[in-house]
């Protein structure tokens, strides 16, 4: 994504996207990480800090700004809804403060709850 400031043009790679959303979404009470269904066996699975950027998908809207859809596993008995609206809310704030891009809209599939 590009971005014109009065100083000149900023590149953000898409990995830069990824990495802040999957850091801000796991920082949020109740969620236990990002998760990813398995081509193989159709199962998913918990990823690790090193790659949760693989639960994130980054689109970029002609208007220069960004749609966000993250996959997540949360721990059992959470408020699904409570979860959802305080993961979309901070990475919209994070997401827009860290990059100055606009974010359209923040999408949370909880893919599995996470007992014990």
Known sequence: MKLQTEKGEITISSDVFT??????ATNCYGVKG???RSKTDGLVHLLRRESMGKGVKVTYNEDSSVSIELHIMVDNGVNLMAVSRSIMSEVRYIVSRTTGAEVRSVDVCIDSMVIG
């Not at 990495?19 to 801000?24: C, D, E, P, S, Y």
């Open 19 to 24: 990495n802040i959303t999957g850091a801000a």
């Open 34 to 36: 990002m998760a990813m």
